[in-house]
């Protein structure tokens, strides 16, 4: 099997290439972070589809759907006939970016990283592909500010009152998915003051009842959508998993919009601030 | 055999209506051709984007050089899919009936009883421990590692769920009915632990191999299932006699001439490397291989010189308009053709069962 870095790094290169002469006048912009960047750049106009993740600001919710971020179907992308496609890393398959590559569509992967760096660097990196270098500036700076602001007002909650923080992905069947290290969840938590209560590993993971009460978690974070995380707060606390950890004892349980929480776009400044008065009171 | 004498008595199969049902089959063999042939048209014609394939083709005939879009989505697109589904639907169409055949049950489907399973984890296990093979044997394997590993996972299932239902020449359905959902659920169990251990990159090739879809359909990945598949469907019409000999039961195959050992060999193997490398390519497409060959037998009789020919094209027929469906239902998005073949199969499949249910309880 051929490896798929190879296929990003020869549709990379492309890009490189055939970067256009002209700002482009029809994006396709591929995850929910994206879309929110080029809107708060004042480019929404220049939209002309997006993905599954992409629902947020409201107006992007009445673009078309190229699907999900991770099954692109390449005449679907084709169809929407964008002059640039804007996505956040992990877009896919790579099928699809390669036929993109052949069509000669240019093609942006913006990289990702669960830091406040890392949301900068985005803004940046979309600014330069939709060629808003001014729009860019100013964002960053605004963002920037925001992300200091925050950072100030959470080093102020002593460390010994650092709470453990679990975030939940799914309760499907019984069983707990929550978050390790290394994933949006953990970098929010982090620059909400919080602690993850699950540091042992990488990603996401099913966990054991028994490891979930050892780690103690003093919150219960989680996504408020419907599905499986529709389960009431009392019928999660109520989870053997969950049942003796202090989170339960407080009745402590915090869900906030997904994309909101996860994004690490334009909002996560307010996200993480929101996320820390919900930990702390008021900072 | 109970089952398939009295699929026969039910279909009213006297001696004197063969040779019609032969000619019958022969004239649907035609039709089927045709609608394949339409088929293949309207899947070149439709699509998400506005691409004419009319436009394109008067371009060719006079000369104009095609547009970049044109040669993209018609022959990057759209004509790699359509022969990997041409491919994969005959592939799947077929096993399910050579399957049947060997097994003699109408119920017995790669994808049902955990042969679509076991290559599936054979796929998977490639996934994600492919990166743990020498370097040069990767380089050397490329693009072929993941369907070879899915034929040997799906022979291997074959040929356990052969043994255990298979007792003095009888085949037990119920048997090859738990067989296989034991063989499925510790496929899934395996296939479990591998996905706990992969990393977020093999993560996405499983999840989007796992769904079901042709949109990840490129030439490569038609040049390699193609040879295997037509070779497969060429060896099984190759075992239509022996299949139909081994109707009556092996004791009565072997009198009339028929190395059934052997015969019986080569028609798990077809199984396993037509379902082996369609799994590879598309990930799991369930219901055509049940679903087709029993509408069939139904209307030309259980003859397997013509069923498994018109099982490929049917198969094929059916998998092409599946998958129109999936690519212009909510396009520019695409649905996953796994739902699509179930939630067209699903329904038949409860029919069949209400309508004959002696073929489970016996």
């Given amino acids: ?283 | 055999m109970v089952a398939l004498t009295e699929t026969d008595r039910s279909m009213g199969a006297s001696r004197a209506e063969i040779p019609d049902r032969r000619r019958q089959a022969r004239k649907l063999s035609l039709v089927l051709v045709c609608l394949l042939a339409l088929a293949i048209v309207i899947n070149l014609a439709l699509g998400a984007s506005g691409t004419s394939l009319w436009g394109a083709l008067a371009k060719l005939a006079s000369g104009t050089p095609l547009d970049m879009m044109e040669r993209v989505v018609l022959w990057d697109i759209r004509l790699p899919r359509v022969v990997l589904c041409t491919l994969v639907g005959a592939a799947l169409a077929v096993s399910g009936a050579v399957m049947q055949g060997l097994f003699r049950n109408p119920l017995a489907d790669p994808g049902l009883v955990g042969v679509g399973a076991g290559a599936g984890l054979g796929a998977i296990l490639s996934i994600v421990l492919g990166g743990f093979l020498p370097v040069a044997l990767q380089e050397f394997f490329g693009a072929y590692v993941t369907p070879a590993a899915a034929f040997l996972g799906g022979w291997g299932s074959t040929l356990i769920l052969y043994r255990v239902s298979t007792r003095g020449g009888r085949t037990s359905v119920a048997t090859m009915l738990l067989a296989g959902i034991a063989l499925g659920a510790l496929a899934g169990a395996v296939s479990g632990v591998l996905i706990y251990m992969a990393d977020d990159q093999q993560l996405r090739d499983l999840t989007f191999w796992q769904m079901g879809s042709l949109a990840g359909a490129t030439w490569e990945k038609s040049l390699i299932a193609g040879p295997v598949i037509v070779l497969s469907i060429a060896g099984a019409t190759w075992l239509a006699h022996g299949l139909n000999c081994l109707a009556l039961g092996e004791a009565a195959a072997a009198h009339m001439g028929i190395p059934v050992q052997r015969m019986k060999n080569a028609a798990i193997f077809s199984v396993a490397a037509a379902t082996g490398v369609a799994v590879a390519a598309t990930g799991g497409i369930g219901f055509v291989g049940i679903v087709v060959p029993h509408v069939l037998r139904l209307a030309t009789g259980p003859d397997h010189g013509t069923l498994l020919p018109n099982a490929a094209l049917l198969g094929a027929t059916l998998l092409l308009g599946a998958d129109l469906i999936s690519r212009t239902l909510i396009a520019p998005a695409e649905l996953p053709i796994g739902i699509v073949t179930a939630v067209l199969g699903a329904p038949v499949f409860l029919w069949i069962l209400l309508k004959r249910r002696g073929l489970v309880d016996q």
């Fill in chain 1, 1 to 283: 099997m051929r490896h798929p870095s190879f296929t990003l790094l020869a549709a990379g290169a492309f890009v490189v290439a055939t970067l256009p002469v002209q700002a482009a006048e029809r994006v396709l912009s591929i995850g929910g972070s994206v879309t929110e960047i080029i809107y708060a750049l004042g480019a929404g106009d220049k939209l002309v589809a997006r993905d599954t993740t992409s629902s947020y600001p409201e107006p992007a919710l009445d673009l078309p759907d190229v699907g999900y971020i991770r099954a692109l179907a390449p005449e679907g992308v084709l169809s929407v006939n964008p002059d640039l496609i804007i996505a956040e890393a992990g877009a896919g398959p790579v099928e699809t970016l390669d036929v993109l590559t052949q069509a000669e569509i240019p093609f942006v992967e913006v990289p990702d990283a669960y830091t406040g760096d890392g949301i900068l660097a985005k803004i940046d990196a979309v600014g330069t592909a939709i060629e808003r270098p001014d729009a860019a500036r100013a964002l960053r700076d605004k963002v920037a500010a925001e992300l200091t602001e925050v950072a100030a007002k959470v080093a102020s909650v002593r460390q010994d009152d650092r709470k453990r923080v679990l975030f939940i992905l799914s309760t499907r069947g019984g069983r707990v998915m929550a978050s390790g290290t290394g994933t949006a969840a953990d970098g929010i938590i982090r620059m909400a003051g919080g602690t993850n209560a699950l540091s042992e590993f990488e990603g996401y993971k099913l966990m054991t009842d028994e490891a979930i009460s050892q780690a103690a978690p003093d919150v219960i974070l989680m996504m408020d959508r419907g599905g499986d995380h529709g389960a009431s707060n009392t019928e999660l606390l109520s989870m053997p998993a969950l049942v003796t950890t202090p989170a339960a004892k407080t009745g402590a349980v915090v869900r906030m919009n997904g994309l909101y929480l996860l994004g690490f776009g334009p909002r996560t400044a307010q996200a993480a601030l929101t996320l820390a008065q919900s930990l702390y009171g008021a900072l």
